[in-house]
């Protein structure tokens, strides 16, 4: 008894260490796709009021743009609906290289340019996260593409290290493959980010809001702002004139991101070359 009682004491204390970083990598993906990615922004629906309740990332959300009528898919565990049939290598190559277990190209606006550069760890906690929101059974229309999509994104992508150790690597890391800030806040020129634009800003967002042109988040235009003005504008969505920001900007998620991150962004933000 006492020898069985001992070698279940062991292998607890052997399973803590494993349990422990699974908890650790869930709550990782966790905040990256509820917070920094935040994922639902496009594949939650929303309602005048936000989010739709009861709709958590079950998709449905129409993108109606002249290239195409987008429509972003289910992606919660649902079996029949969502990508719950799907296994975690599967997941993970259709979040950082665009492409379903069937061999298709997802389309745009999802932003793989950008979602080529998440971390292979990053890229498991989303994963692991995905399978844990609760399935939600909703089946929604296939997007319809007016342009020619290409043939992949790049080529497969083996490994992705984490950023470098320091303030202004981490938080390009998170301007650029996280929460895809540089997608939205760079123009497009031939169809592309303009990347010799980087964070110029001038990207065109309609919606039920009338029309929101995103900013310039270079030194050329936040160079006159405080952290705590920037902050202010990332987590409330409130203007350095103190004028309410219209969407589609993620304010609602990146409300409790965390302090470490707000700062590793700003440091970037501030490192940035200067575009008029
Ligand atoms: C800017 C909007 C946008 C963002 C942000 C976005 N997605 Fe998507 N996503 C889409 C659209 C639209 C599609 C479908 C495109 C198509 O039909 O080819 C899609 C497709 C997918 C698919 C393929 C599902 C299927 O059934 O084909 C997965 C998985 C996915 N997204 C996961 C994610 C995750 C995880 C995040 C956050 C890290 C994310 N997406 C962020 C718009 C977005
Ligand atoms: C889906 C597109 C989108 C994403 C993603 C996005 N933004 Fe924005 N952002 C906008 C738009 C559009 C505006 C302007 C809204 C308005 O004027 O009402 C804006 C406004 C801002 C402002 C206020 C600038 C000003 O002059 O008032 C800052 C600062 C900012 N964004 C930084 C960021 C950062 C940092 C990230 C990433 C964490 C980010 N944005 C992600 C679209 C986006």
Avoid at 70 to 79: G, S, Y
Avoid at 135 to 155: F, Q
Avoid at 158 to 180: C, I, M, Q, T
Wanted: with cysteine; charged share 20%.
């Amino acid at each position: 008894m006492k020898r069985l009682l001992c070698a279940a004491v062991a292998a607890l204390w052997f399973a803590a260490p494993a349990v422990a970083q699974d908890a650790a990598l869930l709550e990782r993906g966790r905040y990256l796709v509820e917070v920094t990615a935040a994922c639902g922004n496009c594949h939650t629906p929303m309602g005048p009021q936000g989010p739709m309740p009861g709709r958590h990332l079950a998709g449905g959300a129409v993108f109606d743009e002249q290239p195409f009528r987008a429509v972003a898919p289910n992606i919660t565990p649902d079996p029949e609906t969502g990508i719950g049939r799907w296994t975690d290598a599967q997941v993970a190559r259709a979040i950082r290289e665009g492409i379903r277990p069937d061999g298709t190209l997802i389309g745009p606006p999802m932003p793989f340019a950008f979602y080529r550069g998440l971390s292979d760890r990053d890229l498991a906690a989303m994963v692991a996260y995905l399978r844990t929101v609760p399935p939600v059974r909703n089946a929604t229309e296939k997007s319809v593409y007016r342009i020619p999509l290409p043939p992949a994104y790049g080529p497969p992508v083996a490994s992705v290290p984490p950023p470098a150790d320091n303030a202004v690597a981490r938080g390009a890391y998170l301007a650029g493959p996280v929460a895809h800030c540089l997608e939205c806040h760079t123009p497009m020129a031939n169809g592309h980010s303009d990347m010799t634009r980087l964070g110029a800003g001038g990207m065109e967002f309609r919606g039920p809001w009338g029309v929101s042109v995103a900013r310039n988040i270079t030194p050329a235009g936040l160079g006159s702002w405080s952290d705590a003005e920037i902050e202010k504008a990332i987590r409330e969505g409130v203007s350095k004139d103190g004028r309410q920001l219209f969407p589609p900007m993620a304010f609602w998620a990146y409300r409790t991101m965390s302090a470490g991150d707000m700062r590793d962004l700003i440091a970037y933000l501030r490192s940035m070359p200067a575009q008029r």
